[in-house]
């Protein structure tokens, strides 16, 4: 690991005006996936700002009737919430999915909401990857691609986002509140958030130099049954090959993201008309345009049998 400098913030909007004043500074909160990526040196930040101290812990309830998420509030804390169990139970359950119970009591809202892909050629600083230097090359396309993108992939990247809490989110249409340096804020919806890799597969997100997040904002609850299947080589601690969030409705109708087939959670609402007719229906419009390797071709039916195992269960 390089050598870095250290500061704590004393407010969201200093700790956004550091970053903004430092190219090569990173916000650290839980630290489970930076630290991990300093340690290897495919992060290589000159300045870390703690964020631990800014009191962004909390949930409480909007006056829209949803709850607002701070950044700061661990992935443990979130999924044990009564609040969430009762009335997002697809988001407590795709939390519960993801990493380890130790893992949990660490990671951070924001924090799941930016880390990085586990893209094999992304850790392997052998390898050319477009995310890790752009311009280098995406190693994964003709390669072992077998976890990697199906749909929303382009010529300089398939590397899937992995986080299970994201999808989770993306179904319940949620808000991502930031602070910029400033001390203007904003408010992005989930769909918007993560960025498709085109030609800049580096850039992951629309944040800007600085921008720090601050909540995330649930709407008012979606009634109707809360599932997330999350199909894996393993059963815990492993990422998605591909994993459904689902509210589905008495009368059939509902709402379906998918992680592990994209470099964002995957949603097209125009699928969604498709449900009643059944998870064959669905999933062909989800996946409209996929481009799959020969390694992953599969996911495309695992998609559908995964999305009818959820639909059979909203039924049962």
């Known amino acids: 690991m390089r050598a870095f400098t250290y500061e704590r913030a004393a407010s969201p909007v200093q700790a956004a005006a550091a970053a903004a004043a430092n190219p090569d500074a990173k916000f650290i909160a839980g630290g489970t996936n930076l630290l991990d990526l300093m340690k ?15 009191g962004l812990d909390t949930i409480e309830a909007t006056s829209e009737g949803g709850l607002r998420v ?5 992935n443990t804390d979130l999924a044990a919430d009564e609040r969430v169990r009762r009335n997002y139970g697809v988001l407590s359950r795709a ?14 809202t924001a924090g799941n909401l930016l880390q990085r892909t586990r893209c094999p050629y992304f850790y392997d600083t052998a390898q050319p990857c477009n995310k890790r230097q752009p311009g280098s090359g995406c190693s994964a396309i003709g390669g072992f691609s077998r976890q990697l993108g199906i749909v929303g992939t382009s010529e ?5 986002n992995p986080s299970d809490m994201a999808v989770g989110l993306r179904v319940l249409d949620a808000t991502v509140e930031t602070m910029k340096p400033d001390a203007t804020t904003r408010r ?3 769909a918007e958030f993560h960025r498709l890799p085109g030609d800049t597969p580096h850039i992951e997100t629309v944040l800007e130099r600085g921008e720090f997040i601050t909540a995330v904002t649930l709407p008012s609850p979606v009634g109707g049954k809360h599932l997330y299947r999350k199909v894996r080589d393993r059963a815990s601690y492993a990422f998605a090959l591909v994993s459904v969030a689902a509210v589905i409705q008495q009368d059939g109708t509902g709402r379906v993201a998918i992680g592990g087939v994209a470099h964002k959670p995957w949603r097209v609402e125009a699928a969604e008309a498709e449900l009643p007719r059944g998870a064959k229906a669905a999933s062909e419009r989800l996946l409209d345009g996929a481009k799959p390797s020969h390694e992953n071709a599969f996911k495309v039916t695992l998609v559908e049998r995964t999305l009818g195992s959820v639909l059979e269960e909203a039924r049962s």
């Open 40 to 54: 290897l040196e495919i992060e290589t930040p000159t300045h870390l700002i703690d964020v631990n101290g800014l």
């Open 70 to 74: 701070g950044a700061l509030v661990r």
């Open 95 to 108: 939390i519960l999915a993801g990493a380890s119970g130790q893992l949990r009591n660490r990671a951070t």
């Open 156 to 160: 300089a990247c398939i590397a899937t």
């Open 188 to 190: 992005i919806a989930i």
